[in-house]
């Protein structure tokens, strides 16, 4: 049974320039969650999706967008990238009627330069 | 609105000795809490979950947590560290009444391992 799974694994981009982050949920969830982790920090919420919507949305402005698709995969856009967008972006899938537990993938670690 | 406290971002052991980390939340409601394991270049997978029921919690690779409501804390121990135990530790709170789950994570705290 396959995990969570992101690409890339690790990506360089330039301020100003845009990122798309990819997702593939653990088989039989439906649910998609992505985190910011700073280096030293804890992960940081920026949204769920749940059935192609955005249900939940953490403190994270609109440079930052995504989607869920129909075979709940989903993507992390960022426009405009800033120096303090580098950091491991992770993704994390859950089944809706489960207890909030959180199956992580590896992530995507994006540094800006 | 929710909030975790990991009181030390580095606690350092010795193999065998005991692993204690500390965790304290903050929620207006009754909350469910977790513990998530980070090993370097990785991503988080869980310890241990409490939700309802017993408060102490056992989990994964001999760990355990006590849920105290009157401490507002969910303390992590394990009686024997390892060295496979170094890794980063993330508390976290969620809220179950909303119908998301979505946990709010502590800023970690660094479990080292001497020989």
Same mark, same amino acid.
């Given at each position: 049974?396959?995990?969570?799974?992101?690409?890339?694994?690790?990506?360089?981009?330039?301020?100003?320039?845009?990122?798309?982050?990819?997702?593939?949920?653990?088989?039989?969830?439906?649910?998609?969650?992505?985190?910011?982790?700073?280096?030293?920090?804890?992960?940081?919420?920026?949204?769920?999706?749940?059935?192609?919507?955005?249900?939940?949305?953490?403190?994270?402005?609109?440079?930052?967008?995504?989607?869920?698709?129909?075979?709940?995969?989903?993507?992390?856009?960022?426009?405009?990238? =800033?120096?303090?967008?580098?950091? =491991?972006?992770?993704?994390?899938?859950?089944?809706?009627?489960?207890?909030?537990?959180?199956?992580?993938?590896?992530?995507?670690?994006?540094?800006?330069? | 609105?929710?909030?975790?406290?990991?009181?030390?971002?580095?606690?350092?052991?010795?193999?065998?000795?005991?692993?204690?980390?500390?965790?304290?939340?903050?929620?207006?409601?009754?909350?469910?809490?977790?513990?998530?394991?980070?090993?370097?270049?990785?991503?988080?997978?869980?310890?241990?979950?409490?939700?309802?029921?017993?408060?102490?919690?056992?989990?994964?690779?001999?760990?355990?947590?006590?849920?105290?409501?009157?401490?507002?804390?969910?303390?992590?121990?394990?009686?024997?560290?390892?060295?496979?135990?170094?890794?980063?530790?993330?508390?976290?709170?969620?809220?179950?009444?909303?119908?998301?789950?979505?946990?709010?994570?502590?800023?970690?705290?660094?479990?080292?391992?001497?020989?």
């Amino acid at each position: 049974d396959a995990g969570v799974t992101q690409s890339p694994t690790h990506l360089i981009k330039t301020r100003g320039q845009q990122v798309t982050l990819r997702c593939s949920p653990k088989s039989g969830h439906d649910t998609v969650s992505w985190y910011q982790q700073a280096l030293g920090q804890g992960p940081q919420f920026i949204f769920q999706y749940y059935e192609e919507e955005e249900r939940q949305r953490g403190n994270f402005p609109d440079r930052f967008s995504g989607h869920q698709f129909p075979n709940y995969s989903s993507e992390l856009n960022v426009n405009a990238l =800033l120096l303090g967008d580098s950091a =491991l972006y992770l993704c994390a899938s859950s089944w809706d009627r489960g207890s909030g537990e959180l199956f992580f993938g590896e992530g995507s670690r994006l540094t800006v330069l | 609105a929710q909030s975790v406290t990991q009181l030390g971002s580095h606690v350092s052991v010795s193999e065998g000795a005991l692993v204690l980390l500390r965790c304290n939340y903050s929620s207006s409601v009754p909350p469910y809490l977790f513990w998530y394991v980070q090993y370097p270049n990785q991503g988080l997978q869980l310890l241990l979950k409490y939700t309802t029921g017993a408060t102490l919690v056992k989990g994964i690779n001999g760990f355990e947590a006590e849920f105290k409501k009157s401490e507002t804390s969910f303390h992590l121990t394990k009686p024997s560290a390892h060295m496979s135990d170094a890794a980063e530790y993330f508390c976290a709170v969620s809220d179950p009444t909303g119908g998301s789950y979505i946990p709010t994570f502590g800023r970690g705290t660094s479990l080292i391992v001497h020989p």
